[in-house]
């Protein structure tokens, strides 16, 4: 059980374009979804807390307008990277937490690579 | 502000060697301590917890004690397995956040 899925697992797009990322929570309600940035050999970085009907809330310096998140049901939360540029290609991950914060269930993350 | 910081990788043991991969912390309060591993080609996953000073949080063979006096939450195990292979993140708790660590990269050799 606790399974989130991410599509899709790598995408490469066009500088200028934009890109959508989906995150599913398969077999449980997830109140809060998480969106973390990872860069090679570094750690998670948190970018934004969703949680479902109401606005996400970002982390400082993370650009709400470039990274849009929705959490529109209690299973699916989107993360659309708007206007990619080369400096956007990193690996974003997902997580689901059905309640207490420690519980998150992550997804296999997304490759994103901005050409 | 608060922090994690674990060994740097990669970590190359033999079959049934002894694991040690250290994980210090920084932080205002007392957090609740984890360790994740993330196993090739699959999410993170909750290896095991300790939520306050002395607490050992034990998991498949993997133990990690919440060492209030040192800050640290080191993770061990008596004899390591090639299905042991991933990255393994050290984490803890602030508000409803988890703040990790850079992970460490775990190669365990035939």
């Known amino acids: 059980g606790a399974v989130v899925s991410q599509h899709p697992s790598r995408v490469i797009c066009k500088s200028g374009t934009s890109v959508k990322i989906e995150c599913r929570s398969l077999?449980?309600?997830?109140?809060?979804m998480f969106w973390y940035r990872q860069f090679p050999k570094q750690s998670l970085m948190l970018m934004a807390t969703?949680?479902?009907?109401?606005?996400?809330?970002?982390e400082q310096g993370v650009e709400k307008d470039k990274f849009l998140i929705n959490h529109a049901s209690l299973t699916l939360s989107t993360l659309t990277v708007t206007s990619a540029h080369p400096e956007d290609s990193s690996f974003y991950i997902c997580?689901?937490?059905?309640?207490?914060?420690?519980?998150?269930?992550f997804g296999p993350g997304t490759r994103l690579t901005v050409t | 502000g608060d922090s994690v910081t674990q060994m740097e990788g990669p970590v190359t043991l033999s079959e049934e060697a002894f694991l040690t991969i250290n994980c210090t912390y920084t932080?205002?309060?007392?957090?609740?301590l984890f360790w994740y591993v993330q196993y090739p080609g699959e999410g993170l996953q909750l290896l095991l917890k300790?939520?306050?000073?002395?607490d050992k949080g034990s998991n498949k063979g993997f133990e990690a004690t919440y060492r209030k006096e040192t800050t640290s939450f080191h993770l061990e195990k008596g004899s390591v397995q090639v299905s042991d292979s991933a990255v393994y993140f050290c984490?803890?708790?602030?508000?409803?956040?988890?703040?990790f660590g850079k992970g460490t990269r775990l190669h365990i050799l035939p």
């Open positions: 984490a803890q708790n602030r508000d409803d956040k988890i703040i």
């Open positions: 997580s689901a937490s059905p309640g207490a914060s420690y519980e998150q269930y």
């Open positions: 300790a939520t306050k000073a002395d």
């Open positions: 969703s949680n479902e009907g109401s606005k996400a809330t970002y």
């Open positions: 932080a205002t309060g007392y957090p609740s």
């Open positions: 077999d449980f309600q997830a109140t809060t």
